[in-house]
């Protein structure tokens, strides 16, 4: 097989310097094919594809001979530069012809690279000079994955089977009807292998396309607030320029400038989403966007800047930055509308505090027991908080009026270490277990809790009254011994008698008589002294040992005699 292209592209390079005008061996200044600018002296452009002439490329001396009519260059620097996609014609003049093109990659996608009309071989090769695709001497049908705005070179020559001179056509085209399917991870979020980006929703009118692409003009989706239009080619003249702006239209027209709102205090590190900015007008009546950025901040410069979903003018729109540092930062915002024309910026300051840290775990202190249906108080120590900040606790128990951590019980907020009071009420008796949180004002909770166990009782009630003796014979000053049934306790609790009477040593119920404890329904004696004499009246109640007291008393009179 005879020399390659690639030899000959890599000899070519040794015939210019840089900067050097390329003339022809007669004198004659020529068309460079591979940018398109006219060289002074050249009686009319070259059209890649379209002018049955040499370009104007050196004629390599290397090859054995060129070809005497020679329409597409057979260096780097004469390459034609052809469209993605695009159906370029040629012809092999010859046997030793190399049509050598170049066009850069608008999409990142499986291509075809193929020819119609004669048999032609191919090559393909990076701009870096590596051969990345050949047909092997066959007739070319290229299948390849290339990469988004790249440029790359293709060598088309007769194979060693090939032997008809004559016309073909260069075919660029995407292979098959739709791309090839994204990544796996495509939309997590996260930039991954094979992603050109990623920024995780489903607007494929942004930066980032749905299949982790990055937007361009020709890809026949309209990127919002960059492209005005976009037929799926980068041709002018069609209505759709060639930077994918509507054709024909007056020159536009900055919008207003916006106005920014801080709301609260940023956190180190944290998103902050307190940035209000309320969108300038735009004179068109365009959608137009907020562009926000800071110093320090994840979007630090204007070229980096946070960019808002499009809105009407004047409707306010929320920004969001985060910064790894504390201080007073100064935030920029624009106002930009669908053509990226942009107005001038307002600043407004924020604040960066350091993150909140969590105070310490409190500890519960319990003492007796608690009664079913009715509110128990214990006291719980809390946690210290490393800021300062003032704490209180947050206290659950289940089976209570609050059961879980979400419905808790706060506290007052006191200073952190402190002492403070939280209470409970359960539904039923049994044994609880009582949890509780220090939790700073911030609403930072401690990363642990504290428990204790509690005993929760049923309520106790109160015993029968008792039935009091008839009294017979006291007499003034002496001593009389009274007989009382003492009433029954519902609970089977131990009870007691509690007496008193007017004139007597015990004449009051504060200073009442007691009985020893003895079960309900059991009789006991106490005695009484009266210091006057008449008819006086004594009365009993029955006592249990949780101090409840019959609801109502018994009453017997006593004549006392002189």
Known sequence: MRIGWLSIILGSASLFACGDQAVEPSGRQFVDAGTGMIIPGNPDPFDAGQTPR????????????????????????????????????????????LDLFRFSANRARIYRIHVEGIDVACNMERQAGEIIASSDGERCDLRIELALGNTYFVGLELGPEHHNLGAYRLVIEYAGDEPPPPPANCGDGQLDDGEACDDGNANDQDTCRNNCVRAICGDGVVWLGV??????NQFGGDGCSAQCQEEGGQINQAPGRPTITIIGEATR????????????????????????????????????AFESPFGRGAQTVEATLSWSTTGSKSVYCKTRDQQRALSASDRETVTVAAPNRSPGAPRITVDGAATSNQAFEFTVQLGR???????QALCWSSGSDHSTERNGVPSAFVNSGRTTVVSLTWRS??????????RDEHDETSGTWDTERVQVENPNRAPSRPTISSVLGAVRRQPVAVEIRLGRDPDSDNVRAKCWSSGSDYRSEANAALSDWSSGGRTVTLQFTWSSSGSKSLYCDTEDEHAAVSTSSDRESVRVAN
Do not use: K, M
């Open 54 to 97: 040499d370009s104007g490329q050196i004629i390599d001396a290397a090859r054995p001979s060129a070809c005497p009519e020679d329409d597409h260059g057979e260096t780097r620097r004469g390459a034609s530069w052809v469209g993605d996609p695009s159906r370029t014609g040629g012809r092999i003049n010859c046997a030793t012809d």
């Open 429 to 438: 008796s049994g044994s609880r277990t009582i949890y509780c949180r220090s």
């Open 269 to 304: 590190s944290v998103d902050f989403s307190g940035i209000e900015v309320r969108l300038g007008r735009d004179p068109e009546g365009q959608l137009v966007q907020a562009i926000c950025w800071s110093s320090g901040s994840n979007h630090s410069t204007e070229a980096r």
């Open 227 to 232: 492209e005005t239009c976009d037929d799926g």
């Open 385 to 391: 908080d490393p800021d300062g900040d003032q704490v």
